[in-house]
């Protein structure tokens, strides 16, 4: 276990505090951002899509996701997430990953 700790700190070291605070955000965009694929196909392949969409995602438009963590997602919230699952990018990430595509 006393192992463990030191190694945690030098993994966190390697990562910028940019880098790091991506990560988080883009973790919290995933939370918002599956239940409202969720809702237009099954588990799997909305799990697929919303990494698409996450993936996709520029750096505001993470962090404008991931305001919305713990509410219920509005109309703003549905509209980046179509349009970034418009984007040629996340369409051919969804086809790699056989999702089917966002009309």
Known sequence: M???????????????????????????????????????MPSGPAQAATACIVENADASEVQ???????????????ATIRAIALRPEAQACFAARNVPPVV
Do not use: E, H, N, Y
Request: aromatic content about 4%.
């Open 2 to 40: 006393k192992t463990i700790v030191p190694l945690a700190f030098v993994a966190l070291a390697a990562c910028s505090p940019q880098d790091f605070a991506d990560q988080v955000g883009r973790r919290a965009a995933t939370s918002v951002v599956m239940p409202v694929v969720a809702t237009s």
């Open 64 to 78: 404008a996701l991931a305001r919305d963590v713990a509410v219920v997602a509005g109309s703003s919230t549905r």
